[in-house]
Structure formats: C-alpha cells, structure tokens
C-alpha cells in the first residue's frame, strides 16, 4: 500500500518523520517502508494554493492507494478541546467569492459563477465519500481560508455563513480538492491547536495539539499496516 503524508509544515508532523527513520526503512524514492506500506512524506506549503499544486503534481508521478493530509487547525465548534484529534469529512472554501458594499460574503456558488455541483463539490462542499480510514476519529465539519479569523466580527460572520463549520484551516479544502478531482481515497486529520476568537497566540497549545496528533497519525499508520496484510 503506497501512502501520501502531507502536511503544509513540517513541525506539524516532526514527530513522526522521526518515527519513520527510527521505525521504518527508507528507499531510493524518498519513501519509508514499514512491512506492508510505503509512506511518501510531503510538506505543501502553508495555503490551499500550494497544497493543491503540490498534491496534484505528486499524484501525477506517484501513485498512491491513500493520501493523508495531517496538521492543526482552529476551532469554532467551542465544544471540542484544545488537542482533540478529528477526522475532517467535509470541507469549504470560506473566502473565495466577494465582499459585498455592506461587508456581507458572498461564494462562488451564490454568485452563479460555479454550479454548486459541479465536480467535485456537492452542494458547495467537498465531501469525503467514505470518511476516510480514520472512522475511529470522531467527525468534523470544516472550512478552508486564505486568511485565517482573529477578529470578533469577522468570527460571527463567517459562523453566521456558515454555522455547521467546527474547524478552519488553510490548506483542507485544496486537499480534499485534488483528491476528490483524481479519484484518490483520502483522510484529512486534524488535532486543535487553539479556538477561532479575537487573536490570542498565548492561548495557543501547540505542543499539546502536535503531539496528538502524531500520536494519532501514527497508530493510523500501524493500523494501515495490519490492515493491508489481510
């Protein structure tokens, strides 16, 4: 089983690339082969438009029986907690369209320049057919932004638009995206590193959420191991 890891940094899942040369044997290809998988590890970039480019090129050249995309994000949904690991089943791009004179957003798909359904969204999002590998992982809803929200007007807008989102991110959507569009099956995990307010980096537990979710990612890994041999 060849296995995408993509991350749009790579302190997000430095944990387990250590893993990987510790546990793993490493090929002529860049990969890391366990007994039953082979995981081709890839840092994006931090954005969707570097996300998309480089997952798209990397299944042009490589292909992959799954792709993983594993990182941080907000959360809007002050239900889950700071480190609380999820398995992100639908994704938004929340930005892209325009800014009406009376500061309302207004998407693509309102604007009638995209059909909500054209592939691969469904309705105006992007849907994981299957909910991916991770069904042990509870299920998030999220969007996708350019601009991450750090600004109290701003946060009641686009909760208001879009009141199902419980997490935001920069890079989801464009990796649910290239998937979805070449037909590979997918996961986008995602550990909590802080709640979408007012900007407030001190409230930020970035070692607690990195550190869930390379704990995640790598009993994910093991289990896709196992799994493969039977």
């Not at 081709?40 to 570097?50: D, I």
């Not at 998309?52 to 042009?60: D, K, P, S, V, Y």
């Not at 350019?146 to 946060?155: D, L, M, P, T, Y």
Request: charged residues 20%; aromatic residues 8%.
């Amino acid at each position: 089983m060849q296995i995408l890891l993509a991350a749009a940094t790579p302190f997000e899942i430095a944990p387990t690339l250590e893993w990987l040369e510790q546990n793993f044997s490493r090929t002529e290809h860049g990969s890391f082969q366990l007994r039953r998988i082979a995981v081709f590890p890839l840092v994006t970039g931090p954005g969707a438009v570097a996300t998309c480019w480089h997952i798209a090129r990397f299944l042009e050249h490589h292909p992959v029986s799954l792709a993983l995309n594993a990182g941080i994000a907000g959360a809007l949904d002050r239900s889950l907690a700071i480190g609380n690991v999820l398995n992100v089943t639908t994704e938004r791009f929340a930005d892209l369209g325009v800014q009406e004179a009376d500061g309302r957003f207004t998407d693509l798909f309102e604007l009638g320049l995209v059909d909500a359904d054209t592939r691969p969204f469904s309705g105006g999002e992007l849907r994981n057919p299957a909910g991916g590998q991770a069904t042990f992982l509870p299920e998030a809803q999220g969007i996708t932004v350019n601009k991450v929200h750090g600004e109290k007007a701003a946060i009641e807008a686009i909760r208001e638009k879009y009141p199902k989102a419980q997490v935001e991110s920069m890079e989801g959507a464009a990796f649910f995206y290239a998937c979805l569009s070449e037909n590979i099956p997918f996961v986008e995990i995602r550990s909590i590193s802080n709640y979408v307010e007012p900007r407030n980096r001190e409230a930020w537990n970035l070692p607690l959420a990195i550190g869930r979710l390379n704990e995640t990612l790598q009993l994910l890994l093991e289990s896709l191991d196992d799994l493969a041999g039977k």
